[in-house]
């Protein structure tokens, strides 16, 4: 058995794709019912939902968006805890007025504060011209870190590799003060 073949078994018995293939847009319970059955099926431990704006978002009447988000955001977090499974949910910014080219913050997330009340972690994964990085480069801002054994608050290049397929630590630093 090749190297290909054993990472292709190894991908294969680690993840586990959940696509909704209807021509709706699926809800989060219809995302969670079927990952709470994953974990049962096949021992699950990461959930990533990406990205939000794909999720129906059908709110009840006299419901604001901030309080559907809200939420929402218990939803997955109450099934975060109940099952043992760490969700990466990936939501893009708003559009910005006046955007320069910086870095979006965890409050330029389009829907609501929550995002980043509510969230453990908080990362931002940055592209753009106007950072005066070569275009195979981008910035990683960790923004939120509520759990301090878990990490730190800070920045960080990663290059990608093109023949690898993977993002791999820079030399390239950013100034702070830019």
Same mark, same amino acid.
């Given at each position: 058995?090749?190297?290909?073949?054993?990472?292709?078994?190894?991908? *294969? *018995? /680690?993840?586990?794709?959940?696509?909704?293939?209807?021509?709706?847009?699926?809800?989060?319970?219809?995302?969670?019912?079927?990952?709470?059955?994953?974990?049962?099926?096949? +021992?699950?431990? +990461?959930?990533?939902?990406? =990205?939000?704006?794909?999720?129906?978002?059908?709110? =009840?009447?006299?419901?604001?968006? &901030?309080?559907?988000?809200?939420?929402?955001? &218990?939803? @997955?977090?109450? !099934?975060?805890?109940?099952?043992?499974?760490?969700?990466? !949910?990936?939501?893009?910014?708003?559009?910005?007025?006046?955007?320069?080219? +910086?870095?979006?913050?965890?409050?330029?997330?389009?829907?609501?504060?929550? !995002?980043?009340?509510?969230? *453990?972690?908080? @990362?931002?994964?940055?592209?753009?011209?106007?950072?005066?990085? =070569?275009?195979?480069?981008?910035?990683?801002?960790?923004?939120?870190? /509520?759990?301090?054994?878990?990490?730190?608050?800070?920045?960080?290049? %990663?290059?990608?590799? /093109?023949?690898?397929?993977?993002?791999?630590?820079?030399? %390239? /630093? %950013?100034?702070?003060?830019?």
């Amino acid at each position: 058995e090749g190297e290909l073949d054993r990472g292709i078994a190894w991908i *294969d *018995d /680690r993840f586990h794709l959940i696509r909704y293939d209807d021509d709706e847009l699926p809800s989060i319970d219809w995302v969670l019912n079927i990952a709470r059955a994953a974990v049962m099926r096949y +021992g699950i431990r +990461g959930l990533v939902i990406d =990205p939000y704006n794909e999720l129906d978002h059908q709110r =009840p009447d006299g419901t604001t968006e &901030t309080e559907y988000v809200s939420r929402l955001l &218990t939803k @997955i977090k109450r !099934f975060a805890q109940h099952h043992d499974v760490h969700v990466w !949910f990936v939501a893009h910014p708003r559009q910005l007025r006046d955007w320069k080219g +910086g870095a979006p913050g965890l409050y330029d997330i389009s829907g609501s504060a929550h !995002f980043i009340n509510k969230a *453990d972690n908080g @990362i931002v994964i940055h592209r753009s011209k106007e950072t005066g990085l =070569p275009p195979d480069h981008v910035q990683v801002l960790v923004r939120k870190v /509520r759990n301090k054994l878990a990490g730190q608050i800070g920045d960080a290049v %990663l290059r990608y590799d /093109r023949t690898s397929g993977r993002y791999v630590d820079s030399d %390239l /630093r %950013l100034d702070p003060m830019a």
